[in-house]
């Protein structure tokens, strides 16, 4: 019995979340128009969170996410108010989150600084590059392509209820398909099982003929672009883009992973866990605003849970290590 | 006389019953052995006397008054002192800081006193005469051999105000030492016992353990075998009680078959401590390599295998240049058995299967890019059984085996790509005879389906008993190689020094 607690302690609190929020709010909780609504309101940090695995696979993480995401979305509104056209200026700004991320890689394995420091330093520059593209000015109305936001109005139409249609919102689609991405890479590849084996000894790898400087570069890249990818998804969410508006993403998406290490045998970081983590914090923010809890004691509240989540996991693992 | 006891120790993990109802007594003023396989239980049995574990049942005593479980500080105000199996160092402090970790730190007006911390730590070492060791040094510039004598020399510090230490518990200790250094480690224990303190000492060096002790323990499956005076028993009546069955000759008789075409050579090889080395291997072929700490064996076998970067020369397998990087080294076919398992060799925390497969995930893929678990399991399954791995699974993960184990799963990853040259760096550190025995088979049974194999060691037995070709190396360079050929352990030693064999 015990063991059940310990193995799925947190799946349990998870379910527990749930259920109080299906009996606080009995009409709007559990319908398939929320959960459609908390698919794409957790997109952007799926996206986010699911790269940072790759990184935290191997035992580093990236700091800069949250910028690269605001420096992406102002990059493409500058160049759609250059007048490129939507899809060439999105891949452009895919391309720089890309370029980032092996920045970051080049810094972290093969000057060899440590990845706290080193994409602390990029989340400053990033930063500011976001600010000076865009002059510090928040770009929108018509300056924002009709077609670029529409692609996260849009979606496949699932039928219908209480007469307005029910629609899997494009947003979701691209979140599920990075996951799955990210699931078969790390967990189906020779590639991801060489991160995870930098992130269990990276020396050991080195001596077993691994690449571990490509590989440690190539997963910062994957990292870039993934948050390249949920800055251009946030704003055609909100059909505008400032050199701010991702910046939030970087600490719930390190949050998401813990959230999700608890779960795992070991405690490694792996990409479901990580969705499972990211869905939590979704229904956390989705329950508490419909009833509405004040912003900053929602703050209070969803650290207090990854606290007690993380807390319960390490206390569980120390008791499993004593009885053997 | 003051005296330890066990009585009645137990303690499971999971399905493995590591200590069965153990009693034994060890004695002020001997040496006490603790002998048994890989496995058998000594290192938890001395986690659970150093307060590190609890035991599931049982209890430790000194002078008839029951320690308190689970309470390191206690077993050190008793007197005892505890050196642990796996090198547990903090790089980023200094030599002396890393020898107070357990002890406490003198202090002068509730600040440390760093004068009489690294006066208390210079003390220690100097009585192993590591004077060469500075107290103030970072930890991390030390090579493990200097780590573990460092730690060895902490136990014999006496803090201000403290009983004088009685008992030293000492769980393989020279494993990672050469002759030299385990000869000072053997005077000092002398010169404990002498003052009337025992030892608890646990090895798989037989010769060593027939030479120190009194008194010998044999643990099997975590049951105590027997506790007899070393008058009343023989390294082979040891032997067989560890290990159930009598082994006769330790190392294989050599083949005498005509080595094969040259497997591997390398010209005007230097690479870190290295200068101009120059060998050939050929299939089929055992070269050992011997020399004293810092003469360059680990070193050249690094060179070779691309971890040290080649400053000069060449390096040819079958006849071809080997680029540089591990990388280049194992798709040549060699394969490689680090020295140090813990930090260069084995994922501590991940399954053995993993462990096993990591040189080897790109020829196990389908595709050569998706994993293919089945294949993987399969290939851990029987390579494990090639080098009789005891594990629950190859799913356990490879940190709960024991140290002898876990050398183990390091053979069977080299082994699993069926390779050309075989390069080992103390393949049998902390390996128990029994498995000695089978690794030194395997060996030879890999030597005469046509591996080349080199091998370095700082056991000057496992040498001699192994290599059909010696060179020696000394301070980087290849002095000699000899023909392993009525060669004693003296002869060899005294090339090791750099004169010339009597
Ligand atoms: N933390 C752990 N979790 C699970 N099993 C463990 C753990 N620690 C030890 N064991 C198991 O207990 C048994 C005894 O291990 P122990 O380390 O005491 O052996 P040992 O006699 O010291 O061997 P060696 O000579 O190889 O050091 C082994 O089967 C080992 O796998
Ligand atoms: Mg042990």
Known sequence: MSGIVRRFGSLIGMAAIVLFFAVSLPDTFLTARNWLNISQQISMLTVVAATMTVVMVMGDFDLSVGAMASLAGVIAAALFVAGWPVPVALASAVAVGLLGGIFNGVLVSVVGILPFV?????????????????????VFGRDIPEGFAALARGGLPLGSADGRPLVLPNLTLIAAAVVAAVWVVLEQTSYGRRLAAIGG??????????????LRLSAFAFTGAGAAVAGLMYASRVASANPTQGDGLMLTAIAAVFLGMTLTRGGQPRVLATLAGVVVLGVLDNGLTQMRVDSYVREVLVGAIILLAVGASALGRRSWRRQG | MRRLSLDGLSRRFGAVQALDAVSFGVEAGTVHALMGENGAGKSTLIRILSGLDRPGAGTVAVDGAPLPPGDPAAVQSAGIRVLHQELHVVPALSVAENMHLALPVPRRLGLVDWRRLNAAAAAALERLGLSRIAPAAPMGDLGPGDQMLVRIAATLIRPEGAAAPWLYVLDEPTAALTGAEAERLFAVLDELTGAGAGVLYVSHRMDEVMRLASRV???RDGAHVSTRPMADTSDARIIEEMTGRALSDLFPPRAGAAPGPVALSCAGLSAGPLRDAALEVRAGEILGLAGLAGSGRGALLRALMGALPRQAGTVRVGGRALGPGTAAAWAAGLAYVPRERRSEGLMMRRPVAENVALPHLTALARGRVFLDHARQRRLAE????????????VAQAVGDLSGGNQQKTLFARALAGAPRVLLLDEPTRGVDVG????LYRLIRRLAGGGTAVILASSDLPEVLGLADRICVLRAGRLAQTVENDGLSEADLLTLCYGRDAA
């Open chain 2, 217 to 219: 323990t044999v643990l």
């Open chain 2, 435 to 438: 498995a000695k025995f089978d």
């Open chain 1, 201 to 214: 000894n990276a020396e050991a790898a080195r001596l077993a003929g691994l690449p571990v400087t490509w």
């Open chain 2, 382 to 393: 029987s390579q494990g059984r090639d080098v009789a791995l005891k594990a629950a699974s």
């Open chain 1, 118 to 138: 080193a994409t602390l330093a990029t989340l400053t520059v990033f930063s500011g590059l976001a600010f000076v593209v865009s002059d510090g000015r928040t």
